[in-house]
C-alpha cells in the first residue's frame, strides 16, 4: 500500500428514521444494517467497511439519538454519544422533510465539545423541491460550524459518490484495517438476527412496538448441506405473543419466509429457520436481559 492510502472511522448521527443505515447499505452494497419506517430501528453499533484503492472508510452506523424512555433507550444514546470522540469525522444526516427540530438542537449540543470535523448530510433530497433547501442549509449553517453540507439522497444513490470523495479529505493516511472485500466487523450470527427483527418490524407494523428482540438459539450444518438456524422473538406481552404467531401460525410463517431469502443471500447458501416466539415480560428495563441479548456498554 503506498502512502497517500487513508483511512478512518466515520460516525453516522441523527434523530431517528434519518436514513442512516439505507446510506450504509448503499455504500457498503449489501445489506447490514436493518431498515424499518418505525425510529429507532439500529440499536447497536454497527461497523461497516468499504474499501478503494486509495480509501478504507470504516462506518459506524449509531441508534438514533432521542430522549430515552427506558434502559435500553439509555443504552441506544450512550453509544451514540460514546462513538462522537472515537471518530476522525462525523456525518451528522437531517431529514430534508423534516427540517429543523428540537431534536437536531439536541445533538448540536452534544457536538459543541467535539473537536472532529462535523458534516452536515441533508438525505431524502429527491422528496423535497430543490428551492426549499438553499433556506433548509441556512438555517443548520447559523446553528453550527459545519466543515461541510453535503446534500444527498441514500435510496436513490443521489450524490453519494461525491459525499465519498468529500469523507476521503477529512480521514488521515493511514493503514488498511480491513481485508478488501470485509464489509462489516459483526458476526454473521448477529446479522442474522437483525434481518430476523426487521421482518417483524416490516410485518408487524404498529402492532408490535421495538419491545421484541430476537435471539440466536441454533447454528448448525445439517446432513443435507443446508444451514438449520433456530432463534426466538422475545415479546413484552402475551398479547403480542399471538400477534407475532399470527391464526394457525400465518404471521410467524410470512416472518420466516421473508427473513430466509435475505439471510440466505448473505450466506450464500440454503438454510432451515425455525422461529419461535417467547414473553419475557419488561425486559428492556432489566439490565440481566439487556446483557443476556447483547446489549452490553462494557462492548463499547
Known sequence: MDNTFKSGFISIIGRPNVGKSTFLNHVIGQKIAIMSDKPQTTRNKIQGVYTTNEAQFVFIDTPGIHKPKH??????VKIAENTLNEVDAILFM????????????????????????????INK???????????????YKDKYPFAEIVPISALQGNNVTHLLEVIKNYLPTGPQYYPKDQVTDHPERFIITELIREKVLELTHEEIPHSIAVVLDEMKQRDDDKIY?????IAERK???GIL???QGSMLKKIGTSARKDIEALLGTKIYLDLWVKIQKDWRNKQKQLDEFGFRLDEY
Request: hydrophobic residues 40%; aromatic residues 4%.
Open 71 to 76: 434502559r435500553l433507550g439509555d443504552f441506544m
Open 245 to 247: 404467531i399470527g391464526k
Open 94 to 121: 437531517i431529514n430534508a422533510q423534516e427540517g429543523y427540530g428540537r431534536g437536531d438542537q439536541f445533538i448540536m449540543d452534544l457536538l459543541q465539545t467535539v473537536k472532529k470535523p462535523v458534516l452536515l448530510i
Open 239 to 241: 398479547s403480542q405473543k
Open 125 to 139: 433530497i429527491d422528496s423535497v423541491h430543490p428551492d426549499d433547501l438553499l433556506p433548509l442549509i441556512d438555517q
Open 229 to 233: 438456524i433456530q432463534a426466538s422473538i
